[in-house]
């Protein structure tokens, strides 16, 4: 049994998928009996409470205990697990590319390309990992990781039940629900490796030729990369959308997130890269049918569950999500597969594979 089982990471961001993984994990480290604190170089001031700077670790660090590196950005503290004496695993989440991010945030691209950099680095030093996604393992074995287990992101679906009720899902309603349109729905952060800009082209074919009633929530936040949001609003503005594409801004599972799903048709992804992917997972929650762009970790994800394109033919997808959306029995059929796969994510499994990730680290002595 570890001594202690702590978590680090360069940022510790509030309402990601990251960030909201960090968190579960420790309270069910807690739970398991485990002393378990966070440590991060930077942080949401919301979340200020939640953890410690990484330069604390020093009094916490002993060879007894087991440090979990979560693993997608640069940062000191991913070479800082080569120096420890503590047993090191990295939980791998995957990195976006950096070429997404240089013309709208050269931070953020430099960040990615230094994690790109330092990966094969842990690898060589014989640092163990923790995927996020079979996706994420196969990238971490072609490296050279010894990979202990594949740990999905723990979703607690109630938090989005219970989310439905507040006072923040009473405003949803009342600010966004028409009953007489056929609302598409995208949720998560405006970045360009998501390519919101895409889903727009699909939907312009839909809303201009198929069925003027109809509306895209594009639910999330773009903060940091306001060029990329702002490339958006001038593409809705030149393809004549200005009523029909609505910038909901960002809403967690407390905020009544969930409200979101219950009033959409369809839930559209046009991503090109992903390491997992959580909103697929909450729409085959809510019964309502995918459509996505089949890259990266998306098929992962979904197996044969939606319906995923391999060409971003605007017109076409647009004609797929219309088949989707008026096609009864299609739509039964597809929501019957999803039910089905969404076995696969139900938080026990998680927390079963996550507890035998830590079980087979015990039997590595570290190098």
Same mark, same amino acid.
């Given at each position: 049994m570890f001594r202690q089982i702590h978590q680090i990471l360069p940022f510790l961001a509030f309402g990601d998928a990251i960030g909201n993984q960090v968190l579960e994990?420790?309270?069910?480290?807690?739970?398991? #009996?485990?002393? +378990?604190?966070?440590?991060?170089?930077?942080?949401?001031?919301?979340?200020?409470?939640?953890?410690?700077?990484?330069?604390? &670790?020093?009094? &916490? +660090?002993?060879?007894? !205990?087991?440090?979990?590196?979560?693993? +997608?950005?640069? #940062?000191?503290?991913?070479?800082?697990?080569?120096?420890v004496p503590d047993r090191a695993v990295i939980y791998y989440h995957n990195i976006t590319p950096a070429h997404f991010f240089y013309w709208v945030n050269g931070h953020m691209a430099r960040q990615c390309a230094e994690a790109r950099r330092d990966l094969p680095m842990l690898a060589k030093k014989k640092i163990l990992a923790i995927a996020a996604s079979p996706y994420n393992a196969d990238e971490l074995k072609s490296i050279g990781f010894e990979v202990l287990g594949v740990v999905p992101y723990i979703i607690q679906f109630e938090k989005l039940k219970v989310g439905e009720s507040s006072p923040g899902s009473v405003e949803i309603r009342r600010r966004f629900a028409d009953s007489n349109a056929i609302n598409w729905?995208?949720? #998560?952060?405006?970045?360009?490796?998501?390519?919101? $800009?895409?889903?727009?082209?699909?939907?312009?074919?839909?809303?201009?030729?198929?069925?003027? %009633?109809?509306?895209?929530?594009?639910?999330?936040? #773009?903060?940091?990369?306001?060029? &990329?949001?702002?490339?958006? $609003?001038?593409?809705?503005?030149?393809?004549?959308?200005? $009523?029909?594409?609505?910038?909901?801004?960002?809403?967690?599972?407390?905020d009544g997130l969930g409200m979101f799903y219950r009033m959409a048709d369809l839930y559209v992804s046009m991503s090109e890269h992903e390491g997992f992917c959580i909103p697929?997972?909450?729409?085959?929650?809510?019964?309502?049918?995918?459509? %996505?762009?089949? +890259?990266?970790?998306?098929?992962?994800?979904?197996? !044969?569950?939606?319906?995923?394109?391999?060409?971003?033919? &605007?017109?076409?997808?647009?004609?797929?999500?219309?088949e989707m959306i008026a096609n009864v029995e299609l739509r039964s059929r597809l929501v019957e597969g999803q039910r089905a796969r969404l076995a696969a994510f139900v938080p026990d499994v998680a927390h079963t594979q996550f507890r035998a990730c830590v079980e087979a680290a015990k039997g590595f002595r570290k190098s």
């Amino acid at each position: 049994m570890f001594r202690q089982i702590h978590q680090i990471l360069p940022f510790l961001a509030f309402g990601d998928a990251i960030g909201n993984q960090v968190l579960e994990l420790r309270r069910l480290l807690r739970e398991w #009996g485990y002393c +378990s604190e966070i440590f991060a170089e930077n942080w949401d001031p919301r979340l200020a409470t939640e953890c410690r700077s990484y330069q604390e &670790y020093a009094r &916490y +660090s002993h060879p007894d !205990n087991l440090l979990i590196l979560h693993y +997608s950005i640069g #940062g000191e503290v991913n070479r800082l697990v080569l120096d420890v004496p503590d047993r090191a695993v990295i939980y791998y989440h995957n990195i976006t590319p950096a070429h997404f991010f240089y013309w709208v945030n050269g931070h953020m691209a430099r960040q990615c390309a230094e994690a790109r950099r330092d990966l094969p680095m842990l690898a060589k030093k014989k640092i163990l990992a923790i995927a996020a996604s079979p996706y994420n393992a196969d990238e971490l074995k072609s490296i050279g990781f010894e990979v202990l287990g594949v740990v999905p992101y723990i979703i607690q679906f109630e938090k989005l039940k219970v989310g439905e009720s507040s006072p923040g899902s009473v405003e949803i309603r009342r600010r966004f629900a028409d009953s007489n349109a056929i609302n598409w729905l995208y949720v #998560g952060r405006l970045v360009p490796n998501k390519c919101s $800009q895409d889903i727009i082209k699909v939907f312009y074919y839909y809303h201009t030729w198929i069925n003027p %009633a109809s509306r895209i929530l594009l639910v999330g936040t #773009g903060a940091g990369f306001e060029i &990329y949001t702002e490339d958006l $609003q001038r593409l809705v503005n030149r393809l004549g959308l200005e $009523q029909a594409v609505i910038f909901a801004g960002h809403y967690g599972a407390a905020d009544g997130l969930g409200m979101f799903y219950r009033m959409a048709d369809l839930y559209v992804s046009m991503s090109e890269h992903e390491g997992f992917c959580i909103p697929l997972v909450e729409a085959m929650y809510y019964g309502l049918p995918v459509l %996505a762009y089949a +890259s990266t970790g998306v098929p992962y994800t979904l197996e !044969n569950a939606g319906v995923m394109v391999r060409h971003k033919d &605007y017109a076409v997808v647009a004609e797929i999500a219309h088949e989707m959306i008026a096609n009864v029995e299609l739509r039964s059929r597809l929501v019957e597969g999803q039910r089905a796969r969404l076995a696969a994510f139900v938080p026990d499994v998680a927390h079963t594979q996550f507890r035998a990730c830590v079980e087979a680290a015990k039997g590595f002595r570290k190098s």
